[in-house]
């Protein structure tokens, strides 16, 4: 995977979520107007036997019977797409994570960090900053160590459970979110947002 911008990210983040969500979606939706399809038939196949009436009186009485039944159908249909909406935003979400863990571990991320701290290095000029990194991001301490040209310190987080960094300036009281899990949250929200998967009223 190669990342060398925030950019970058972000368009591997709407690629790995728009293509799973497209092929969940597309799965559900087959199966959903299959059953609805079903349902349907039966209900008119009762409906067929009653026609012969053919009495507005019997056809209204029948529409208000049937309704009932019409409804349910909708009610049931209506929970088994939140059901699937929330398996599938989860098992999308779970492959990015991967992904990230595996992007983390390789010398894109590396160059992606390296271009964030420099920045940061030259905004504070020679004020303390402490960097807040996950306990489990092995290669930032590196970068850090490497590119910092200013007074600096590094706390784990235990808030961070993927990547980047929280920089604190003391001095300043200015806290700037670098992290993987900021980035990946806003994607979430703008999925969320953006993807349709709502159930209509």
């Known amino acids: 995977m190669a990342y060398y911008n925030e950019d970058q990210l972000y368009r591997y983040f709407d690629k790995a979520i728009n293509n799973e969500a497209n092929k969940k979606m597309s799965a559900l939706r087959k199966e959903i107007d299959y059953l609805y399809a079903k349902e349907m038939k039966k ?12 009495l507005n009186k019997e056809l209204r009485e029948l529409q208000i019977e049937y309704q009932d039944q019409i409804n349910k159908i909708g009610v049931g ?8 909406r929330t398996f599938m935003i989860n098992m999308v979400f779970q492959s990015v994570l991967l992904e990230l863990g595996d992007f983390i571990q390789t010398t894109n991320y590396d160059d992606l960090m390296e271009k964030k701290i420099s920045e940061i290095s030259k905004f504070v000029k020679q004020k303390k900053v402490v960097f807040n990194i996950s306990e489990i991001d092995q290669r930032i301490t590196k970068v850090i160590e490497k590119t910092m040209k200013t007074p600096y310190e590094i706390k784990v987080s235990y808030d961070i459970r993927i990547g980047g960094f929280i920089v604190e300036i003391p001095s300043d009281k200015v806290e700037i979110d670098e992290t993987l899990d900021s980035k990946l949250k806003e994607r979430k929200e703008w999925f969320f947002k953006n993807s349709k998967l709502f159930i209509r009223t």
């Open 43 to 54: 209900i008119k196949d009762n409906l067929m036997v009653k026609k012969n009436l053919q």
């Open 77 to 84: 249909f209506d929970e088994k797409l939140i059901k699937e």
